[in-house]
């Protein structure tokens, strides 16, 4: 069986570059993308077993990539986790419809409690 998938939405090329090598650490493969365009061509191109987004991206927004993966067939049920620096719980609930586990605040998180989550995403039905 193949190692799960996660696309990484992250502008940051310092944190993106952390996660990626975190997941591949954890022998997940790992795309990359620094936009939200870029990011949402990666999703239906290559269909991750999981998206770690990013909501502030330096072209269109992180609800924007939610909705534009969203309406389509495939992500539909695709399973997303959030990443934010900026955003509030009530932001983001009133854009993106996630369980506030999927919403991960980055000052806040460790790469344990982030592996956790992941992992526990990659097991729930979507």
């Known amino acids: 069986m193949p190692a799960p ?8 090329s310092y944190l993106a570059d952390s996660l ?6 954890y022998n997940y493969t790992s795309l990359h993308s620094a936009t ?19 909501i502030r991206l330096p072209d269109i927004n992180g609800y924007e990539v939610y909705r534009r993966i969203r309406e389509t067939a495939w992500g539909q049920t695709a399973r997303i986790m959030v990443l934010t620096a900026s955003e509030s719980i009530e932001n983001i609930a009133k854009n993106i419809d ?18 956790e989550r992941i992992e526990q995403r990659l097991k729930d039905e979507v």
């Open 5 to 12: 998938t996660i696309l990484v939405i992250e502008d940051s």
């Open 20 to 25: 990626v090598d975190m997941l591949e650490m």
């Open 36 to 54: 939200g365009r870029e990011g949402v061509a990666l999703a239906l191109k290559h269909e991750p077993d999981l998206i770690l987004l990013d």
């Open 98 to 115: 996630l369980p506030r586990e999927y919403v991960l605040f980055k000052p806040e998180w460790s790469i344990k409690n982030l592996m």
